[in-house]
């Protein structure tokens, strides 16, 4: 099976990289077999900020994590 992943990063509507990207999207859904197509637009997606909850159980040291 193959999926294209569409990724826009730009803030700006009219972007050089977005229009690259949707043509290059476009074309190789014209030329190859895509079984699957997603886009994500990540200018509209809010991230968690980054804070010490979220990174303190993979900065642990394995000694002092306790095991299962």
Not at 1 to 18: F, I, P
């Amino acid at each position: 099976m193959t999926h294209l992943l569409h990724l826009d990063a730009s803030a700006r509507s009219d972007s050089l990289a977005g229009q690259l990207g949707a043509t290059f999207a476009r074309r190789r859904q014209d030329t190859h077999r895509v079984d699957a197509y997603t886009y994500r637009d990540l200018s509209t997606i809010t991230v968690r900020p980054i804070d010490e909850a979220l990174v303190l159980p993979v900065t642990r040291s394995p000694a002092r994590i306790p095991g299962p």
